[in-house]
């Protein structure tokens, strides 16, 4: 059956009821003479791959991710349970003794961690989402998305966690299903190559899997794929809507079930974090307190995203921490884990911050429809919290502390925390850790606002203030700026199962996000600034710069291109000169530069290679009638040194330095290979014949790509930013009137783009428009100086000449054999 045949529709095939054999056979083939058993096999193919792609890996990415992540927390909750129940053991013996055993425990688990990644994937250190978001832009990271990743990612992340360090799960596991994915797409190729193994296809899957990965570890799946969209896309595909959600959904209720059959319990519909706060649970008086929050929070985002940054920055150029580094990996992170372990040591500093609690634990209490600060004997029966609950925060059962203190030390220090464990060389995620801290600040205020109203809003009969959703409040809007994510507060209604705090929430989140966003790039893009891998960064809102700045004025003018008159030996010598250059502009002529397309760097080697093979058995030919005894040297240098023209060979810029007919011409005219005069004949006579074939005009009529990506000098940098966003562009030549005059690539743009939210957008060069108002400004200051009337060497005209291939290039080799790069 004919391939193309199955790549057909349902279009026309029910269009003509030709007989076939004479019989009903062929009463429903279609006009092109397929036979009805032929038809419904087509179907029977497309159904089947309609369903194996669309709905069946789906599913099982769905399904994997959610087993991933329940094993996965059985391994970090054991961990911290040996870890409490080790503090427990040695407790009974001596304080000491106990805070021994508290550190020694953190350290042995987080120097495992940092070995065992270094040793097996390198590349899963940090949260991964970065990475993602670079390869989702187009940018293939193939070492980041490998089993060894995967391994090292599962394997540190449960050591790190269960260490007790203030780090999250979700980013990481962000980075692990798009591995996942990955590696089903690579199984899935394997199978049918023709139709799986599409660029768009893996797209879709790794969008999937970021949605997957929010759905099954927070029970979050409509929030999982808002958050994905909008943390790792720059612009999403509907058409991958339903698909995202159908994973998200599969992951989410695997999750949930095997949770409630591990935990045997019946409930399997509740959120995460589950709420019982009433319907009527605040009043429209506290919006204002609530939009205070949400400013406070997108201040306190936007500090720590820059206190992250240079945090970070400090660890990775310090001189001293690169002698510490190199002397041992491991001082920074187990020094970081003594500092955490010492403050979070629960029979010491740890009593301020209920320290023996884990981080879900942290937020079951901040999320509690109690008032901390009520007495055990109040009035109020239904707003007083559990005793036991008031013990982890007021310092123990016979403790003192004041809750405000507890909460205050509490934000100060696991926001100072959070951000140097982020820097350690071990797989750590940010999001959790920003929720914990948001809902500290949330129930600070919470708690504060019912101090100041002790009889509620409107009075003791009314609504009572309730401290829990402030802390849901602030975790959203702390959240929310911290990764630019408005979703994080669908996410927060996922978690805590209830949707009565909806307006809040969203007041809040939107207040600190529109502040974030304003001062500070998201806590990603700014790991991939720090990282410098090679992404384009966003713009934020408001930057007037970017709409006045055109494309010329960025552009490079100095642009490296091919002629129709091109010759070998030119093309060669391009190669060489542009080594990092994936694809060249082919222009009409130098002078006119009218632009014809471009061509590949692949290709141009292919074509290369071909030629210099082709020289190199006419050489051989012409060797073979030299003698034996001329001969004698250079068979043993041929014997070690012979490779095909398909071999690779070390070379600067991938054009293979020399084939063995060619070293050897190069040993006679250096002089370093000893012939008698009828082989230095020989040697210029062949010299001469790859020399004449070298100058002959390359052919690019097939390979040249007529539609190259074009821009006009006043396109606007906003709209080369969204070009190359929407479209994945590495680079797109700027024309006039058909002219070629510069080119634009990511790294002009990312340039242009470092320093705007301090600087704005920065040019490279003035416009010509403002070039010539500057020329015309001169000449009417100095009326009686002769003035040259040019532009000048600036000037689109006038400018510089840009680098391409003449004539003159192959006078270079008139004095002597050709040297192949």
Known sequence: ????????????????????????????????????????????????????????LSAVLGIIMAVLSVSMDFGIEWCQDCHVDLLNYFAQYSTMSAYGAWVGYALVLVVASAIFVRLVGPQAVGSGIPEVKTIMRGVLLKEYVTFRVLVSKMIGLILSLGSG?????????????????????????????????????????????????????????VGGVLYSIEATSVFFAIRNYWRAFFAACCSAITFRLLRVFSLHSHKSVIGYFQTEFPNDSFFPEELPYFALLGILCGFLGASFIFIHRQVALFVKDNQTFKKINNLSMLIFPMFVTLIVSSLTYPLGFGRMIAGALKQHEWLEDFFSDCVWHLPLDANSTKLICDPQLLENWTGGPDGDVSIFVSLLTFVITFYCLSIVCYTLPVPSGIFLPSFVIGAAIGRLIGEVVAYWHPEGIKGVSEVQIY????????????????????????????????????????????????????????????????????YLPEIPPSRSSVHQIKAEQIMVVNVKFITQQTTYRQLRDLLASAPNLRSFPVVADNETKILLGSIAREYLIRILRQKLYTVKVHVDNERRQMSYEELSVSRNIETRNQRSMYEREPSFSGVPRSTNALSEIEEFANG???????????????????????????????????????????????????????????????????????????????????????????????????????????RRMAPMTLFDSNLGPNSIDDEEPLIGLSDEMSLEFQNGPIRPV
């Open 467 to 534: 401290p829990g959703i402030y802390a849901i409040v602030g975790a959203a809007a702390f959240t929310g700026a911290v990764t630019h994510a408005v979703s994080v507060s669908v996410i927060a209604f996922e978690m805590t199962g209830q949707i009565t705090f909806l307006l809040p929430v969203l007041i809040a989140v939107l207040f600190a996000n529109a502040i974030c966003s304003y001062l500070q790039p998201s806590i990603y893009d700014s790991a991939i600034k720090i990282k410098r891998l090679p």
């Open 1 to 56: 059956m004919p391939a193309d045949i199955y790549q057909e529709g349902f279009e026309g095939a029910w269009e003509s009821a030709q007989a076939d054999d004479g019989g009903n056979l062929g009463l429903f083939a279609c006009s092109s003479g397929e036979s009805l058993r032929h038809f419904w096999r087509r179907q029977y193919h497309n159904l089947t791959h309609f369903l194996v792609e669309d709905w069946f």
């Open 165 to 221: 360090l203030p780090i999250g799960k979700e980013g990481p596991f962000v980075h692990i299903a798009a591995v996942v994915a990955t590696l089903l797409s690579k199984l899935t190729a394997g199978f049918q190559k023709s139709f799986y193994r599409n660029e768009s296809r893996y797209s879709e899957m790794l969008a999937a899997a970021c949605a997957v990965a929010i759905a099954c570890t927070l029970s979050a799946p």
């Open 672 to 778: 370093t290979d000893s012939r008698n005069s009828r082989g230095w004949d020989d040697v210029n006579r062949l010299w001469l014949r790859q020399s004449q074939m070298l100058d002959q005009k390359i052919d690019l009529e097939e390979s040249i790509d007529q539609a190259p990506f074009q821009l006009v000098e006043g396109t606007s940098l906003y709209t080369v930013h969204n070009l190359f966003n929407l479209l994945a562009l590495n680079h797109a030549y700027v024309t006039h009137a058909g002219r070629l005059v510069g080119v634009i690539s990511l790294t002009e743009l990312r340039n242009t783009l470092e320093n705007i939210y301090v600087l704005g957008a920065v040019p490279v060069r003035p416009t010509a428009a403002q070039r010539r108002a500057a020329d015309e400004a001169n």
